[in-house]
Nanobody, 126 residues
Framework: QVQLVESGGGLVQTGGSLRLSCVASGRTIFGRYMAWYRQAPGQEREFLAW????????FYADSVKGRFAISRDNAKNTVYLQMDSLKPEDTAIYSC???????????????????WGPGTQVTVSS
């Protein structure tokens, strides 16, 4: 079982930056696709980005492409989300997620992720 815990959220002004971290314990994240999602009040969970095993392959939602960057450090069992040029509409709870180990193809659906963290709150003030 993989336990995921996010940190790094907080209150930031429009245009500011935050770096979120997701630390895994229990099992290694190597061999797993890792992703970041967010959920704003009253809205559905929104996919943001995934990153492949080695950290070379990645994919972003259009809403964050060019502003957010996902990365990973397998040695530290940690995934990051660098968020720049933040907007008030980025306010949400941000969660990381992991696939099962050995996933060959990139995840295409939310149900492909089987391990989730509790999330960290990000609030962007205008």
């Amino acid at each position: 079982q993989v336990q995921l815990v996010e940190s790094g959220g907080g209150l930031v002004q429009t245009g500011g930056s935050l770096r979120l971290s997701c630390v895994a314990s229990g099992r290694t994240i190597f061999g797993r696709y890792m992703a970041w999602y967010r959920q704003a009040p009253g809205q559905e969970r929104e996919f943001l980005a995934w990153i492949g095993w080695s950290g070379i392959a990645s994919f972003y939602a259009d809403s964050v492409k060019g502003r957010f960057a996902i990365s990973r450090d397998n040695a530290k069992n940690t995934v990051y989300l660098q968020m720049d040029s933040l907007k008030p509409e980025d306010t949400a709870i941000y969660s990381c997620a992991a696939t099962e180990s050995g996933a060959i193809l990139p995840p295409r659906e939310t149900r492909d992720y089987v391990h989730w963290g509790p999330g960290t709150q990000v609030t962007v003030s205008s």
